[in-house]
């Protein structure tokens, strides 16, 4: 009998191993599970990864996976900010004490229905992927949708789904795999890699073929700069090959870098305690590159505070990353104070606040796309009662599209935004109306650094017709929706946004309300938000003409900055 539904199972087992994983290590050493997967190995296969399923345990990963929650909750306590975030991602205990329901089911199907107990995942230069069950005793394949998989060489091999339609030949996508030019080679990598990786339930190997690592040592002999100090041969003796272990019982893992030898070793070691130098250096003197840098010098900065535990001196010719196993929660605590450090006072804080206030403009502006397309006009700069007196913010318009339905059913529209019911929600400005530069007392009382421009040239007050894109004759492209404003007001505000006439002035002008929040390589400017989706860092240097060409939405005017 042939089952449509478990053509999904293969992915589905994937994704709860990696994610939820619990079970006891794996019975078969490197040598034996080399030897297995050997018929589809070739000197094209960049990554392998061995997955044992056969003793999940669905209470055990969710008492593990409720103190691994609880401890992070704990350790992020301290930042507001981080512990919201930690709040929206993790699941609460009583999500996590329904999933081993929702857990055993499946994981029932897969062993004991289906006969799969552990599976592979392939990827083959140029990145085709696969997952391949082997074909052993009590495996039952008839359970399997026979569109999804093709029998090869003793295994049920299921090609990555985006590779699936309707009418995908499966041979053809295996011919291409493992059949034209296909020749089996012995990869002494994969033994090497999964002996690194350890007695764990997952284990993966990366490396790259003799031939690529030529190609790339010819082709670029140094790397550019500011890494031509590096000879491109030298890195590639310090990463042979990338092993990576994980348990989840005791939440310990490891990312290991094989390197040619142990002096090798040391010397990746040194450059990647200096890359968070060089990286700003190279955000100081290309400041368009400087969003780029930020977390590799963040993550770097933290690697060094936190060597004693995540990363220490090499051994045999291998350089070690953890995962913050024993003392989980302090381990966690730190890691967390120092990722906070380096964003609000490291020495690219900078270069991180201006990137999150990019960050949410881009989520104001998608969202304001979503109003339109779902109302068929833009949110009106604020709503109004029968008497035309101010009710609400636009900001107040837009939570529904940025994921925040649940406090927009609460607000009572239909009063002020400062009624006695309303007040309760002043305090509760979401993080995405807040550029980072704000005092921390201004984003505890609820106030926002995002203004519309009100005018008859620019965001139309509240009329008869409803505002959409078709009122912006000089082009979505060519026109700023919204700008940073220097004083910040409460979110809920209906009438404090800034008048086309005070923001005409420009930017340096004291009067115009507008904030240069940001400073690159010495310039001062603020970020805006285009109507095209797009956000903009004007400087302090736009000409004014050019500056209020661009905030008119039917102008005439073609400006460009």
Not at 273 to 293: I, M, N, R, V
């Amino acid at each position: 009998m042939t089952m449509k539904r478990y053509a999904f199972l293969p992915m589905l087992v994937f994704a709860v191993v990696f994610t939820l994983t619990g079970g006891q290590c794996p019975a078969e050493t490197p040598a034996e599970i080399a030897a297995e997967i050997a018929p589809l190995i070739s000197e094209n296969t960049v990554c392998v990864v061995h997955v044992d399923i056969a003793n999940l345990n669905p209470e055990q990963m969710t008492q593990h996976l409720k103190t691994l929650c609880n401890e992070i909750r704990e350790a992020a306590s301290f930042d507001g900010k981080l512990a919201k975030e930690m709040n929206d991602i993790l699941p609460d205990d009583e999500m996590l004490d329904q999933s081993p329901g929702g857990w055993t089911e499946p994981l029932k199907m897969v062993r004991e229905t289906c006969g799969v107990t552990e599976f592979y995942y392939l990827v083959t230069f140029p990145f085709q992927e696969c997952l391949v069950v082997p074909i052993r005793e009590g495996v039952k394949t008839e359970f399997f949708d026979e569109r999804a998989f093709v029998k090869f060489k003793g295994f049920m091999v299921f090609p990555e789904p985006r590779h699936l339609r309707d009418d995908t030949n499966l041979w053809e996508l295996i011919d291409r795999m493992f059949v034209k030019g296909f020749v089996p080679t012995e990869r002494s990598e994969l033994v090497a890699g999964l002996k690194l990786a350890g007695d764990r339930p997952v284990r993966a190997v990366a490396f790259l073929p003799a031939y690529a690592k030529t190609l790339v040592a010819q082709m670029m002999p140094q790397l550019p700069e500011p890494f031509d100090a590096i000879p491109t041969e030298g890195l590639l003796d310090g990463v042979q090959l990338v092993a990576a272990g994980f348990d989840p019982n005791t939440v310990q893992g490891e990312l290991i870098l094989k390197s040619k030898d142990q002096a090798a070793a040391e010397s990746l070691r040194e450059l990647l305690f200096s890359l968070p130098d060089t990286l700003t250096q190279l955000a100081k003197s290309q400041p368009e590159l400087a969003e780029g840098c930020v977390p590799g010098v963040i993550f770097g900065n933290v690697l060094r505070r936190n060597a004693d535990f995540l990363f220490p001196p090499p051994r045999d010719g291998a350089v070690t990353i953890r995962l913050p196993g024993e003392n989980f929660a302090a381990n966690m605590l730190a890691l967390f104070q120092s990722i906070v450090a380096e964003s609000k006072t490291g020495e690219m804080s900078w270069a991180y606040q201006h990137r999150t206030c990019m960050t949410n403009m881009k989520m104001i502006m998608l969202a304001m796309h979503n109003h339109h397309d779902a109302m068929r006009y833009l949110p009106q700069a604020y709503t109004i009662d029968a008497g035309g007196k101010p009710l609400h913010s636009w900001r107040v318009a837009l939570l529904p599209y940025l994921e925040e339905y649940e406090m927009y059913k609460q607000i009572r529209l239909d009063e002020p935004w400062d009624s006695e019911w309303n007040r309760q929600f002043h305090d509760k400005c979401p993080e995405f109306y807040q550029c980072p530069t704000m005092g921390d007392e201004e984003k505890a009382a609820g106030l926002t650094s995002y203004s519309f421009v009100i005018g008859n040239d620019a965001y139309p007050k509240p009329g008869k017709r409803k505002f959409d894109f078709a009122m912006i004759s000089d082009g979505t492209s060519n026109t700023i929706g919204i700008v940073e404003r220097k004083t910040p007001v409460n979110w809920m505000c209906p009438d404090k946004e800034l008048t086309q006439e005070e923001a005409f002035r420009g930017p340096v002008d004291p009067e115009s309300g507008l904030g240069l929040r940001h400073e690159i390589n010495g310039k001062k400017c603020l970020n805006v938000g285009v109507f095209d989706g797009s956000v903009h860092v004007i400087g302090d240097d736009i000409a004014p003409e050019t500056w209020k060409a661009m905030l008119t939405r039917a102008g005439g005017e073609r400006a460009s900055y």
